[in-house]
């Protein structure tokens, strides 16, 4: 059994001024509008979770979001993977045992089932397979057409793996003009390194960087949090996910 773990989170100061710079403020995303938003839940399944005490960590943080974003009236949504045979380019790169248990981890009964038991969804979330790391490349999944279906225009992603299937989905995301927004908290990886790494691209090239207090913030107040002081653009952001005030 595996003990939980937060984060240590950071986006250096000078990335921050750098946008402050080009744009006038901290943020990429001032506001959300709660109807347009979708909170995309990435492969929070037993197979990652288990083993993994960032992903554990995280699940309180996921749930917590997930109630407070159909609260506010906006959608839910999670993404399982797809059971794949793999390709030859896959089994070469990976090796024929690791490839075959990644691409039959939790592909198994129905699909709602498929996540971390811990999770309480509700009817209306949507649950989709993705044949891809990213539910929004082509042929990956329908997430795309459903959500635009919804008229989303938002997307709030997080889950595991931090540096492969979230930067994916969020990197396609904005691909499809999306507005991303990576929840820093509610996201995992291997080690802090890996995290911040992802946080770094997102937010240099991609989308937003938010804590989940931040977020539910705006669900809840449309508020504009684009104010910055000189001294917090100056510094380094981080905390853990146990004091996410903090990090605003």
């Known amino acids: ?25 901290r943020h990429g995303f001032d506001r959300l509008t709660p109807a347009s938003t979708a909170l995309v ?10 083993q993994n005490p960032y992903a554990l960590g995280c699940t309180a943080v996921i749930s917590r979001l997930a ?3 159909r609260t506010a009236g906006g959608v839910v949504a999670w993404t399982v993977p797809a059971l794949v045979e793999p390709s030859t380019a896959r089994r070469e790169f990976l090796g024929d045992e690791v490839a075959t248990r990644y691409a039959s981890a939790d592909t198994g009964g129905p699909i709602r089932r498929r996540l971390w ?13 993705k044949t891809r790391p990213s539910a929004f490349f082509p042929g990956s999944s329908d997430l795309h057409e459903r959500l635009v279906g919804l008229g989303i225009d938002t997307i709030v992603a997080c889950g595991t793996v931090a540096n492969v299937c979230v930067e994916a989905t969020v990197r396609d995301a904005s691909a499809l003009d999306y507005r991303p927004v990576i929840v820093a908290d509610a996201t995992a990886a291997a080690t802090d390194a890996m995290l911040n790494a992802t946080l770094r691209t997102v937010y240099r090239s991609f989308g937003d ?15 504009d949090q684009s104010a910055t002081s000189p001294d917090t653009r100056r510094s380094i952001i981080s905390s853990t996910s146990t004091s996410p005030d903090s990090r605003s």
Not at 2 to 22: L, S
Not at 209 to 223: F, N, W, Y
């Open 1 to 25: 059994m595996i003990e939980p773990r937060h984060h240590t989170w950071a986006i250096e100061g000078r990335e921050i001024d750098r946008h402050v710079e080009r744009r006038g403020r």
């Open 41 to 50: 839940v990435v492969d929070m399944t037993p197979f990652f979770v288990d």
């Open 67 to 69: 109630e407070a974003v």
């Open 117 to 129: 038991p811990g999770f309480a969804l509700d009817d209306d979330d949507i649950v989709v397979e």
């Open 209 to 223: 960087v938010r804590s989940a207090d931040d977020l539910i913030r705006l669900l809840v107040d449309d508020g």
